[in-house]
C-alpha cells in the first residue's frame, strides 16, 4: 500500500541545520507531487514546502523561504527536507505527505532549543 515514512527529527540548537528524511513506497514516487506539513503545539497543521514529480518546481512557506530547501530522490524513492537557520518557532512536528494519494506519513519531530 501507499506509505510514506520520516526520519531525522531531533533536539538542535537556534540556528542550527537538520535534513529530514521522507521514503516512500507502493506508488510510482516518480510521478507524484510531495510535501512537508508540520504542526507545532497547540497550532493546526500548516504546509512548510512542496515539490513537483520532477522537482523542477518548489513552494515554501513565507516564514521558512531562504532557510529551508525541499528536494527529492526519484531513483530512492525519497523527498527531503534541508532546514538551516532554524528558530524555535520551526519546533513542531513535521509530516511528509502524497498529495494525490491523501497519505500522512508518521511525523518526525524537531524541536529548536537550548
Known amino acids: 500500500q501507499v506509505q510514506v515514512v520520516e526520519s531525522g527529527g531531533g533536539l538542535v540548537q537556534p540556528g542550527g541545520s537538520l535534513r529530514i528524511t521522507c521514503v516512500a513506497s507502493?506508488?510510482?514516487?516518480?510521478?507524484?507531487?510531495m510535501a512537508w506539513y508540520r504542526q507545532a503545539p497547540g497550532k493546526a497543521r500548516e504546509l512548510v514546502a512542496s515539490?513537483?514529480?520532477?522537482?523542477?518546481?518548489?513552494n515554501y512557506a513565507d516564514s521558512v523561504k531562504g532557510r529551508f530547501t525541499i528536494s527529492r530522490d526519484n531513483d530512492r524513492m525519497r523527498t527531503y527536507l534541508q532546514m538551516d537557520s532554524l528558530r524555535p518557532e520551526d519546533t513542531g512536528v513535521y509530516y511528509c505527505?502524497?498529495?494525490?494519494?491523501?497519505?500522512w506519513g508518521q511525523g518526525t519531530p524537531v524541536t529548536v532549543s537550548y
Open positions: 515539490t513537483s514529480a520532477d522537482g523542477a518546481t518548489t
Open positions: 505527505y502524497v498529495p494525490r494519494h491523501n497519505t
Open positions: 507502493g506508488f510510482v514516487f516518480r510521478f507524484h507531487a
